[in-house]
């Protein structure tokens, strides 16, 4: 597929996922505490997306054309899923895509063998980051040390929402290219032309980001 050809296409995932933010209810608004202590305006629940299957099924057709087109087949070895939302979207993409799949604990195991990632890593693998979002990158930052920590090799990673505070920029300090479908200020923006949100939230959420 052309370049052009993908980012059309793409600009046309990235309507479809905010009509699916829409329709499941995953956007939400009032005042919410973010991992980290952040309060933010607005939540995107996007852990409730395998509850509805057609949902899953396309949003899992997105992140498969972006390991494709963006990321390139052949730069990882391995999937990992980030706790816990993304999980559930890197063990069908990895299935998806023949790859061994690796999860990554929050902090490692008191019994058995202490390990943080779970699954086949072998020194030298070159393994796919797959969260939801990113707000800082604390997360992704976090599970890139373990799986680094082990001998892996961490360079890309691969989300649906930037929410544009910053964790792009902290991930490329520490050496890995950030893919996603969509930054939330052009989800806000197609939201809005949608009527699925009002002005004054649309503001909210911009007025996020240049916090």
């Known amino acids: 597929m052309k370049i052009l050809d993908w980012l059309g296409e793409k600009e046309k995932f990235k309507d479809e996922l905010c009509e699916i933010l829409t329709r499941i209810g995953a956007l939400r608004f009032g005042v919410f505490n973010l991992t980290g202590g952040r309060l933010s305006p607005y939540y995107i629940d996007l852990r409730i997306v395998p509850s509805f299957p057609g949902a899953f099924e396309r ?13 390139k087949l052949n730069s990882f070895k391995r999937v990992a899923g980030i706790p816990m939302a993304g999980i559930p979207f890197a063990s069908v993409l990895a299935f998806s895509l023949r790859k061994p799949f690796l999860y990554v604990r929050k902090g490692a195991k008191s019994h058995g063998r202490e390990r943080r990632v779970e699954g086949i890593l072998h020194p ?11 707000t800082t990158g604390g997360s992704l ?3 890139a040390e ?25 991930l490329a300090r520490r050496g890995i290219r950030l893919h996603y479908l969509t930054s939330i200020a052009d989800a806000a923006e197609t939201l809005f032309k949608m009527e699925a949100i009002t002005k004054e939230q649309l503001t909210a959420i911009l007025k996020q980001i240049k916090k």
């Open 141 to 143: 930052l976090s599970a």
């Open 124 to 134: 030298g693998d070159a393994v796919l980051l797959i969260d939801d979002l990113i």
């Open 59 to 71: 949003i899992e057709n997105f992140y498969m054309e972006m390991a494709e087109k963006d990321v």
């Open 146 to 170: 373990a799986v680094r920590s082990e001998g892996g090799i961490v360079e890309d990673a691969l989300i649906l929402i930037d929410r544009e505070e910053g964790g792009r920029e902290a």
